[in-house]
């Protein structure tokens, strides 16, 4: 549960007489930033890799908590040069932070995606003046601590957070990630833009693993090179001509 007026998230469990009880609170000073958005994994989200396979042929596990729940806050001060945009990854069973990241000088309104285990959320860089994406990526590590049942209540350490910014060109109505049946298919991101046409984006350029200088490790990979524009192209416009007016949200479903 959320409340943005006294700024408090809470948890709570459900006891064997059907009442509920409160387990943990965190407490974000309402007089400095404001709850602006909570945004969970949807429960119907299929992961066919539980990791990636690096260029030394060693895995990298993906840290997959279906409990993860990403909180965006905004400052309370208007002004430019005191604006910020706050996320924390809050674990929906213990209330612990697992990671939290602020930028500075930068404004609403904010868009956000959560998936896998990735969040993508855009925002306005007030002092560049432009749109920008942030990627966040959690992994566990070379080694996997138990691949076949998670439990929030039974994890030794923190993920490791990896994380990249991109500029984009265009503010944009909506956002939301694509969704299939097995999870096989690579995702993309799908971005309704003030015009109503629908960018379909590649996962892939928005990836905090994106090397500078490419080596023959992140070859192997197939990683893209770093570059901070991301281009829009019009073959990636998924309705074509056809604009839809007054976007509001996408929906997707396998």
């Given amino acids: 549960m959320a409340d943005d007026k006294r700024g408090k998230l809470m948890g709570r469990r459900l006891r064997r007489d059907l009442a509920t009880e409160e387990t943990w609170d965190v407490t974000i000073p309402p007089d400095l930033q404001r709850i602006v958005t909570v945004k969970g994994k949807r429960a119907n989200e299929h992961v066919h890799s539980q990791g990636r396979v690096m260029g030394d042929r060693s895995v990298l596990y993906k840290s997959l908590n279906p409990n993860l729940l990403a909180v965006v806050t905004e400052s309370t001060d208007t002004h430019p040069e005191r604006s910020f945009i706050g996320i924390y990854l809050i674990d929906g069973v213990t209330g612990r932070i697992i ?61 490791r957070v990896l994380q990249q910014s991109y500029i984009f060109p265009s503010a944009i109505s909506t956002l939301e990630a694509t969704i299939t049946e097995r999870g096989v298919t690579s995702r993309h991101l799908l971005i309704g833009l003030p015009s109503g046409a629908i960018l379909s984006l590649p996962k892939a350029l928005l ?27 019009a073959e990636r416009f998924i309705n074509y001509n056809q604009t839809i007016s007054r976007m509001k949200g996408i929906y997707t479903a396998p």
């Avoid at 956000?112 to 560049?128: D, M, P, Q, R, T």
């Avoid at 693993?209 to 901070?228: A, D, F, G, K, M």
């Fill in 99 to 159: 990671h939290s990241s602020v930028q500075k000088k930068a404004e609403g309104p904010v868009h956000i995606v959560h998936s896998e285990n990735w969040v993508v959320y855009l925002y306005w860089n007030a002092k560049a003046r432009r749109n920008e994406f942030t990627v966040l990526e959690l992994y566990e590590g070379t080694t996997q601590y138990n691949a076949t049942a998670f439990s929030s209540l039974d994890r030794p350490y923190s993920p």
């Fill in 207 to 233: 990836d905090p693993r994106r090397p500078e200088v490419p080596t023959e490790q992140t070859r192997e990979e197939n990683l893209i090179p770093y570059s901070p524009d991301v281009q829009i192209h």
